[in-house]
């Protein structure tokens, strides 16, 4: 059984920062063999690939309406995936997802059909 578990959600005002963390055990093939991402769903919309990091943690990729203010990386000896949000925008308000992807490598776009073990959201509220 595959449990991710994402931490770290909170309410922040417009300009603030925010680390989201999330963990995941049970892998196949451990956490350092796939890729992992983060999505976002905000209230009304599709949910949406917000950010994408190889196996390695050498490459990884954000969307362009995060870009220069989200960062994400992996730390694979404690099995760790995290998302530091800075710039913090009342438009990034959403539940946030931690998933693991099938494979090890990121596609050019994030799409939900690349992962398959998710975990159950954590809400960033931005006031503004």
């Known amino acids: 059984l595959v449990q991710v578990e994402e931490s770290g959600g909170g309410l922040v005002q417009e300009g603030g920062s925010l680390t989201l963390s999330c963990t995941v055990a049970?892998?196949?093939?451990?956490?350092?063999?796939?890729?992992m991402g983060w999505f976002r769903q905000a209230p009304g919309k599709e949910r949406e690939g917000v950010a994408c990091i190889r196996k390695d943690g050498e490459w990884s990729d954000v969307i362009a309406s995060v870009k220069g203010r989200f960062t994400i990386s992996r730390d694979n000896a404690k099995e760790l995936l995290r998302l530091q949000m800075n710039d913090l925008k009342a438009d990034d308000t959403a539940m946030y997802y931690c998933?693991?992807?099938?494979?090890?490598?990121?596609?050019?776009?994030?799409?939900?059909?690349?992962?398959?073990?998710w975990g159950q959201g954590t809400q960033v509220t931005v006031s503004s």
């Open positions: 049970g892998l196949r093939f451990g956490f350092g063999d796939y890729a």
């Open positions: 998933a693991a992807a099938a494979t090890s490598w990121c596609y050019a776009e994030i799409r939900e059909s690349q992962f398959n073990h």
